[in-house]
């Protein structure tokens, strides 16, 4: 089970760091990712780690504002957001990639946690 958390109301130009923990089965094995939910939108790739932490990638909506990280020791993978625009709202979810194929699409990914709203007033 995933839990997202940290999630809030942040003026435009702020700063979030995003949790997703996971308990019962490990999440140190797999590679994880970030995705995001506007209204009225499709589910979005935001950013994904791979098992390790040695390898990131991101959305190009999102380079070099967002971070991602990982601690398997915690078993909690971070999204670290800086210079956040209104049109960083969204629901954000982190999900375990189980399955084949790109690492972009939420197809490739499982056990999804419930979410985190981040709203961005400008």
């Known amino acids: 089970q995933l839990v997202e958390s940290g999630g809030g109301l942040v003026q435009a130009g702020g700063s979030l760091r995003l949790s997703c923990a996971a308990s019962?089965?490990?999440?140190?094995?797999?590679?994880m990712g970030w995705f995001r939910q506007a209204p009225g939108k499709e589910r979005e790739f935001v950013s994904v780690i791979d098992w390790s932490g040695g390898s990131t990638y991101y959305a190009d909506s999102v380079k070099g504002r967002f971070f991602i990280s990982r601690d398997n020791a915690k078993n909690t993978v971070y999204l670290q957001i800086y210079s956040l625009k209104p049109e960083d709202t969204a629901v954000y979810y982190c999900?375990?990639?189980?399955?084949?194929?790109?690492?972009?699409?939420?197809?490739?990914?499982?056990?999804w946690g419930q979410g985190t709203q981040v709203t961005v007033s400008s």
């Open positions: 019962g089965r490990t999440s140190s094995n797999y590679d």
């Open positions: 999900a375990v990639r189980k399955y084949s194929g790109t690492y972009y699409s939420s197809t490739s990914y499982d056990d």
